[in-house]
Every structure is written in structure tokens, then in C-alpha cells.
């Protein structure tokens, strides 16, 4: 089987017989226009918990503002708005007016719940609309949660929360995932501790007594949303029993002369391919037009020449003050993009160019827009750090999160103790970084890390030293962090990826 041949796995996606027929490069396309490679690491569809058809929710507590029977089509069949993501007849929208936590619930629960063994997995469909503060120059708010009891009474005195903070919540569409492993965690005063991507807040009210989604049925469902006045939402379906093996999209942020010491080594030993995502140059002042686009960078070239991918980084690379996020000329945005997709192809470098990364993970609607509209298929950004592969291809192409291996004060991964949620901030030590790897495995979603520099400099060989810069982490924690990724891949725990291209088409190893 070639390696651009994706496999029968599972025979539900395709029958076994016509996997070797199937070509990652065919062109077939989802219904939103994802590529079906893409689908390469699901193993299982799951089921539907419950949709959000005509009167099966109703307020339980705020003021919401609801939509029923919500389809975005027109009587003619014209798409006029919105429309389902999983083909459900019927959609809910939501639409706040003011920045106070708003509930529904799951009316008629014993008849409105198709599924409620959920054996710890969940996952919301849901489409945001004008997100607040992801105007340029904004900061975006909002957060959507579940409520989730065990209770034979259906009371929520002891129940399961599951908060998605605005590190998850992106505008368009959203698959919101929790999966509980360990249910002691959600205990009060258990002291066990259990791990989930940032921006996942699990807990439990009181004593966490009616809270084990993994091992008792539901008995009811709440959904919450807060501080979101002015965007519309539009709720589309629960889903549990998914499954779909981990991944991981590995690369860097700036290329040197540490690559041919440090990265390209490792990386050749275990026969893996990463991405380059290198602007034109680092603007600091001055005029930011750019005359010269001849050549580009000879370490770029190297990774190149060893079968990476090169990914577009913007021309300017801008920051601060003058970040992609806080641009309002539609014009100025295209600059950053266009002209460099030109450069790397008369450089001979066509790998990777229907994909970007956004400078310091800065972005605003208006820069999505412009962005996707060159042709760009994905881009990756900072928020929801955990992609999950679906049925229906992944959630949100245009903003997919991402991490700096270097920083030690980043945003990390959250945790709950006793059903009292945290989390733990920062990267750069190998403990930190494999149990983001742990995580993912758990989720089966996929994780885009990235670093830009790796030093030997206070390196005392542990893998758990600070660099006291955000940009770079030692030696032995990037060896370390590489040798149990790939531990996880050998023992088929989790897929590793050949950059953005092997990720998207489904393409590699």
C-alpha cells in the first residue's frame, strides 16, 4: 500500500475492499468542503445524544432569546443562514441580549434523550456568530457550558459542569468535546487529578455524588452560555461514543542553523516530516512593502530539500501594536498573504502552500475572511489547543489552535481535583509537553505544537529546565518530548502526521 493510500479503518467509512482504490489525492470532498482524507484517524462515528428540534429545549433559568424550528433555508430550498453541520432537520438559535449566564434543558428527558449511557464522552455542534471582542483590535468572550446529571431525581445538587471558556468557543463552527477518564476526579476532597486541554473546565457542584458520566446514565442535561450578548447561536446536535485516533502536526516557527543540529537529526532518525512556517522577514519599523522577493532562506531550503513543508507566515511577521488582529484594511491583510505564496513557489517550494500560521496566534474575523479568501484551506491560530476529527471533518479549518513548545508562561493545560477546576500554565519542560501528549491520546483529537529555537545553554540534561526566554526550550526537553511522542506512535497510540499536508489530506505515515 502506498503511503499516500489511506486505510480501511474502520470498515464502516468504506468497505475494506475499496480502501486499496482509495486515493488521499482523488479530490473527493465532504459536504463543507474538507477533503475526506481528513477522516483518516476516526474509528468510530458515534451516536446522537439529542438534537435541538422544535420544543425538545426549553429556559431554565436567564433571559434567552430563542429561535425554534430554525433550518437557514428558504421554502424555495435557498440556503438564507446558517444551516445544519450533521444534517439535522431542525436547528435552535440563541441569540443574547445581555451578559448574564442563560440556561436551557433537555425537556421531556426520558424521550428527548436518544442515548444516555455516555460512557464519558460528549461533544456539542454548535455555530457562533459574531462572536464578541473578535473584532479587529477585540478580545473574545463568551463562554458555553453543560450541566450534567447522574441523579435519580434528575437534581443537579451533585452534578457534573463542563465549562467551554473563549480559549475553545471560536466564531463559526465549533465541536465542543469532554471526555472523563477518571470519575474520582470529580469527587470532592478524592485529591485525584485529572488533565484536559486549556480551556476545558470540568467540576462538579458539592459533593461530585451524581456526576460519573463515565459509568451512569444521564438522568438530565442543562446548557449554559455566558457573556455573549449580541452573537446568534445556533445549536445543532449532542453526540457521545466517538472515536478517532490521536495525531499530532509537528514543526517550527523560525529555521537556523540549529535545524541541521538539532531538529532535522531526530526528525530523520524517526522518519517523520515536519512544517516551516517562516514569514518573508520580521518587520520592527519603517515601511513595511517589501521590494526584494528574490531567494529565500537557506535553512528553509534544507528543510525543504528534506521533505518538509513550507507553510505562509505572512510577509511582515507583525506584532504588538500592528498585529494581524488588529488590522482594518482589508488590503493591508491581503498583503501579508499573497505575495508570499508567490515567493516560495518561484522558489520551487509548493508543499505546504494552502495552509497558514498566524504570526503570535493574532487573528480577528476581518483577517480570517481575507485570508481564506486566497485560497488558503487551514489556518492555525491559538484558540481550542484540541482538533477533533469528525464524521463531518473538523470543526472550524480556519481557526485551528496551536501551542510554542518555548513558552513558559503560556496558557497550558486545565485540570480538576476533587471537582474544584485549575490548570497549569506554561510548556517547555518535557513533563509539561508529554502530558499535553497524554491528553490528546485520551481526547483523540489532534495537537499542532510548534517551537521556535532549541538551546543547549543550561541544559542540565533532565528535560525540565527554564530557558528564562518564551521562545526557546532546552535540548533535552525537545529529545525528550520527541522520544515519547514517538513511544505513543510505535505503540499505535497516536498518528504522527507529515505536516499540515499528511494532517489534511490524510496523506504519509
Known amino acids: 500500500m502506498s503511503n499516500n493510500t489511506i486505510s480501511a479503518m474502520p470498515s464502516r467509512l468504506m468497505p475494506e475492499r475499496l480502501a486499496p482504490l482509495f486515493q488521499a489525492g482523488e479530490g473527493r470532498t465532504l459536504a463543507f468542503g474538507q477533503p475526506t482524507g481528513i477522516l483518516r484517524g476516526l474509528r468510530n462515528a458515534g451516536r446522537m445524544v439529542a438534537n435541538f428540534t422544535s420544543g425538545v429545549w426549553t429556559v431554565a433559568g436567564g433571559t434567552p432569546v430563542l429561535t425554534q424550528g430554525y433550518t437557514g433555508y428558504d421554502a424555495a430550498g435557498n440556503a438564507v443562514g446558517i444551516t445544519s453541520r450533521t444534517g439535522q432537520t431542525e436547528l435552535l438559535r440563541w441569540s443574547p441580549t445581555v451578559n448574564a449566564t442563560h440556561e436551557i434543558k433537555l425537556a421531556n428527558f426520558a424521550a428527548s434523550a436518544r442515548v444516555k449511557e455516555l460512557k464519558g464522552k460528549i461533544g456539542l455542534w454548535v455555530y457562533v456568530d459574531n462572536l464578541p471582542g473578535y473584532e479587529p483590535g477585540g478580545t473574545p468572550a463568551g463562554s458555553i457550558g453543560f450541566t450534567l446529571t447522574t441523579d435519580a431525581a434528575g437534581s443537579n445538587a451533585n452534578a457534573l459542569t463542563v465549562g467551554f471558556n473563549s480559549n475553545q468557543v471560536r466564531e463559526g463552527w465549533n465541536f465542543l468535546k469532554f471526555v472523563m477518564r477518571d ?75 540549529d535545524m541541521a543540529s538539532y531538529y532535522l537529526p531526530i526528525f530523520d532518525s524517526y522518519k517523520w516530516k515536519g512544517y516551516v512556517a517562516v514569514p518573508k522577514r520580521i518587520w520592527l519599523n519603517g515601511d513595511k512593502v517589501v521590494s526584494d522577493w528574490s531567494g529565500v532562506n537557506p535553512f528553509l531550503q534544507v528543510a525543504y530539500d528534506a521533505g518538509w513543508e513550507c507553510i505562509n507566515h505572512t510577509t511582515n511577521h507583525l506584532g504588538g501594536a500592528d498585529a494581524m488582529s488588529t488590522i482594518t484594511s482589508p488590503g493591508a491583510l491581503l498583503y501579508e498573504v499573497l505575495p508570499v505564496t508567490a515567493l516560495y513557489l518561484n ?154 499536508t499528511g494532517f489534511y489530506y490524510g496523506t504519509g505515515q
Not at 366 to 377: C, N, Y
Not at 455 to 463: C, F, I, V, Y
Not at 491 to 496: I, Q
Request: charged content about 20%; some cysteine; proline content about 3%.
Open 347 to 500: 522558489s520551487g517550494m509548493t508543499r505546504g502552500l494552502e495552509f497558514y500560521a498566524s504570526p503570535q496566534s493574532s487573528s480577528s474575523r476581518l483577517s480570517e475572511k481575507i485570508i481564506k479568501g486566497t485560497g488558503i484551506k487551514m489556518q492555525r491560530h491559538a484558540r481550542k489547543i484540541n482538533v477533533s476529527v469528525t464524521p463531518f471533518g473538523i470543526d472550524n479549518p480556519h481557526h485551528v489552535g496551536a501551542c510554542d513548545w518555548g513558552s513558559a508562561t503560556a496558557s497550558g493545560i486545565a485540570k480538576v481535583t476533587g471537582g474544584v477546576t485549575g490548570h497549569i500554565p506554561g510548556w517547555q519542560k518535557a513533563s509539561q509537553i508529554k502530558r499535553m501528549a497524554d491528553v490528546i491520546v485520551a481526547y483523540g483529537d489532534t495537537w499542532f505544537p510548534f517551537w521556535h529555537g532549541v538551546t543547549a545553554l543550561g541544559d542540565t540534561g533532565s528535560g525540565e529546565d527554564a530557558t528564562g526566554d518564551n521562545l526557546l526550550l532546552t535540548k533535552s526537553a525537545f529529545e525528550k518530548s520527541c522520544e515519547y511522542i514517538r513511544q505513543l506512535q510505535l505503540a499505535d497510540s497516536l498518528r504522527f502526521c507529515d505536516g499540515f
Open 183 to 257: 470519575p474520582n476526579a470529580y469527587v470532592s476532597g478524592s485529591g485525584v487529578t485529572e488533565y484536559h486541554p486549556f480551556g476545558v473546565l470540568g467540576g462538579s457542584y458539592r459533593t461530585g455524588a451524581a456526576a460519573n458520566i463515565k459509568d451512569a446514565a444521564i438522568t438530565g442535561i442543562k446548557i449554559d452560555m455566558s457573556n455573549m450578548a449580541g452573537a446568534d447561536v445556533y445549536f445543532d446536535s449532542i453526540w457521545t461514543d466517538f472515536d478517532t485516533q490521536a495525531q499530532i502536526v509537528l514543526g517550527t516557527d523560525s529555521v537556523g542553523a
